[in-house]
């Protein structure tokens, strides 16, 4: 983990010749991310349909969602994985982003920019009260108190839903920002992968600065830290605060774009579930919550499609894959995490580096 | 009504004392925050209907079952996910337990099913007037067994060799491997007890309610009951247990159903910031 807090050397004289090809990359990168929602709405490439199963069952929906959790988990990731502060909190900052979006959007009826605004405003306040018993408590203690807050904020959201709306849920209108309605998944995924890429850069960007290197400074070595002068406590507050602010706008957005929250959509499993993502990524790496937030929303789809590819098939395997889909896709999510925790703790993004060198020495060798 | 609700109170607390009593045993030795604690009380229930419906095997032989059952469980986690994971930073531990109670929920809907099942099993249903208060008998000897099996551990852990070894192995891992114990031995054995601990409380809440998964909801009440109770103490567990089975009931009575969880949780929160060793736990010194 402590790579990270590393900087790469620069490669000065090198850079000018590498120039080209790494635009030529980044060219190629965006061409594909700009046709892949039209690819996944006309279902066909060059004038040749492709069948559901050649496009691994997927939709435009399913990759929208993605962007969301990958806000969500990019902001887990921040604060557990470059902060080390450990949070099953998670779920409570997304249920006051959508209660505050509630709130501002719905029965205020105020546009969406202000919503967002408003609800990252909420979402920090939150993640400055959540992070307060960090001033007092360490580790597991903290750990649990994340959860007493969890615990809290889900019944308040609870008691607003039954109180001003009823067992239905809360609901969500179709949000404009600036005229630019996104009442399409289309439009959504354009929407998202900027928002996406926004904070990714923000994130990657603040790790760099003097207080996100005080930041892995405190995750590293606590002690030695406050000796250099880093006031962790504060540290451990803004990392809070800014965080659970992301996590807030990720809840707004989620609880938009399937139009209704309910208390139930933000318990206790929707928090573990970003920390799954980050473990199965790469936990301390930003591009290892891409990673994992891709991998645990899409793999249950590509899973299905595979069932319905095989017609339901016989004995054991069909009855996995037809009657307990759901449960399937755990089990499996399940022992994937199992198994990078005790052999790769890295995540996925450490096993890239380890299968390039080991392909590396059989080349030599 | 007040008399009622303490005595359905204390009689859950108690299954909760007895769960949460194995999770600090699992705790003390290891140093694993057991978050699959939970889903142990739902394989209990769930070894409880195998024994009982599926094979029909005698009340005596099912409690045999179920407790041979879940002590060689308990090795099996202990041997294929907490020994390998020995010494790593305490999310990791946190989350591979986290990861087992997803593997282990999905397996178990996978086998049994996801809709929940009734379980009968020959113990003492009926109920009777006492002092104006009802009681169910079942309540009663829930709490019972829960007192005699948090007794019979007591006297096990402080007055046998065995126990001794463990409560060496526990204090100090290094020291006692140095004065002959076999602490890795003694690692499993105490996953046994938490996870067989686990298993008893399982079998009384799946007759109280339906077996389904949905147990580990309740299973899981052990977390606050250890951290309100101070996490590395052995009495404190159980009065945990006790507190949070007394505050569920008051708030599902006279607040909401659905305040039990938050009030529970908000104690927790007090307990963290005023006393965050717990009530009878040691307040830990930290020294340079």
Redesign the interface.
């Known amino acids: 983990m402590s790579d990270l807090a590393t900087p790469k050397p620069a490669a000065a004289p090198a850079l000018p010749r590498a120039w080209p090809r790494r635009f030529i990359l980044w060219g190629l990168a965006l061409a594909a991310l700009a046709y892949l929602p039209v690819l996944l709405t006309e279902r066909m490439i060059f004038g040749i349909y492709l069948s559901n199963m050649t496009l691994l069952n997927l939709g435009l929906s399913q990759v929208n969602l993605m962007l969301i959790a990958m806000l969500g988990a990019l902001s887990l990731n921040y604060l557990?994985g470059c902060a080390g502060l450990?949070s099953i909190g998670h779920a409570a900052f997304y249920a006051t982003g959508a209660m505050s979006a509630a709130v501002i959007g719905t029965q205020l009826g105020l546009p969406f920019p202000l919503v967002l605004i408003g609800s990252a405003l909420a979402g920090a306040v939150m993640g400055v009260v959540a992070g307060l018993?960090s001033l007092?408590?360490q580790?597991?203690?903290f750990?649990?108190?994340t959860?007493?807050?969890?615990?809290?904020v889900?019944?308040v959201f609870?008691e607003y839903q039954f109180r001003v709306f009823d067992v239905v849920g809360v609901p969500f209108g179709t949000p404009s920002l600036f005229g630019f309605e996104l009442s399409t998944p289309m439009r959504w995924y354009f929407f998202l992968l900027a928002l996406v890429a926004l904070v990714y850069a923000g994130l990657s960007n603040s790790l760099r600065s003097r207080e996100g290197r005080a930041l892995l400074a405190m995750r590293d070595h606590e002690r030695a830290a406050t000796s250099l002068g880093v006031d962790v406590r504060i540290l451990r507050i803004k990392a809070f605060g800014l965080t659970s602010a992301i996590a807030a706008v990720a809840g707004t957005l989620y609880a938009h774009y399937l139009s209704n929250a309910t208390s139930e959509s933000f318990g206790i499993t929707f928090a573990?579930q970003f920390?799954?993502m980050i473990?199965i990524g790469g936990?301390g790496s930003l591009k290892g919550s891409l990673i994992g937030a891709a991998l645990w929303l899409l793999l249950p789809s590509i899973i299905t499609g595979f069932a319905a590819g095989f017609g339901g098939g016989s004995g054991i395997v069909g009855s996995?894959l037809g009657e307990?889909r759901a449960?399937?896709v755990?089990?499996i999510?399940?022992?994937l995490?199992?198994a990078l925790?005790?052999y790769a703790?890295g995540g996925l993004v450490s096993i890239g580096p380890k299968v390039r060198a080991l392909l590396g020495r059989w080349r030599k060798g | 009504m007040l008399g009622q609700v303490l005595f359905s109170g204390l009689a859950l607390g108690s299954i909760y004392g007895l769960v949460a009593l194995g999770f600090v045993v699992i705790l003390k030795a290891t140093d694993v925050?057991n978050f699959a604690q939970g889903m142990f009380v739902v394989c209990g229930a769930y070894l409880a209907v195998t024994a009982l419906s599926l094979l029909g095997l005698p009340f005596p032989l099912a409690i045999l079952f179920i407790i041979l059952g879940a002590a060689l469980m308990g090795m099996g986690v202990h041997a294929a996910?907490i020994r390998?994971?020995s010494g790593?930073p305490?999310?990791?531990i946190?989350?591979?337990t986290?990861?087992?109670s997803?593997?282990m929920?999905?397996?178990i809907?996978?086998l049994y099913g996801?809709a929940g099942r009734t379980l009968s099993t020959p113990l003492p249903s009926g109920g009777f007037l006492f002092a104006g208060l009802r009681i169910s008998q079942l309540h009663l000897t829930a709490a019972a067994v829960s007192w005699l099996c948090m007794l019979a551990f007591g006297l096990f852990f402080r007055f046998t060799s065995v126990g001794l070894l463990m409560r060496a192995a526990a204090d100090s891992h290094e020291a006692a491997t140095i004065a002959g114990v076999k602490v890795d031995a003694m690692n499993r054995l105490a996953w046994a007890i938490g996870f067989t601990l686990a298993a008893i409380g399982g079998l009384f809440l799946g007759q109280l309610q339906i077996v389904s998964t949905e147990l580990e909801t309740i299973g899981l009440l052990a977390?606050?009951a250890v951290?309100i109770g101070g996490?590395q103490s052995i009495p404190g567990a159980i009065l945990g247990g006790l507190l949070v089975g007394v505050i569920e009931q008051l708030a599902s009575t006279y607040i909401s159903p659905?305040?039990a969880?938050?009030m529970?949780?908000?104690l927790?929160?007090v307990i963290?910031?005023v006393r965050?060793w717990g009530l009878l736990g040691q307040k830990a010194i930290n020294r340079v």
């Open positions: 557990t450990i018993p007092r408590v580790g597991l203690y750990v649990l108190s959860m007493a807050v969890h615990y809290l889900a019944y609870l573990i920390i799954a473990i936990m996995m307990h449960q399937f755990q089990l999510f399940g022992l995490v199992v925790l005790i703790p | 925050f996910l390998p994971l790593r305490i999310l990791s946190i989350m591979v986290i990861a087992l997803i593997v929920r999905a397996g809907e996978i996801p977390l606050p951290v996490m659905k305040s969880d938050v529970i949780y908000a927790l929160l963290l910031l965050p």
